[in-house]
């Protein structure tokens, strides 16, 4: 991920920062918990398809 690409794009429900998580191919919202998928390198930044993180799992 353009580390650049990153700064900009931010949580599209509370516009907080994410977070790139290589091995998933996720970017992390730590606010709202969620997980947006990458799709072939592309951020899907739609609220239905992020994957909500469960509470044991460290964000």
Known sequence: ???KLLEILVCP???G???YK???SELVCKA???A???KDGI???LEEEARQLPAEEEV
């Open 1 to 3: 991920m353009d580390p």
């Open 13 to 15: 429900i509370c516009k």
């Open 17 to 19: 920062p994410l977070v």
């Open 22 to 24: 290589k091995a998933e």
């Open 32 to 34: 709202d918990r969620l």
């Open 36 to 38: 947006f998928p990458l």
């Open 43 to 45: 951020p899907v930044m």
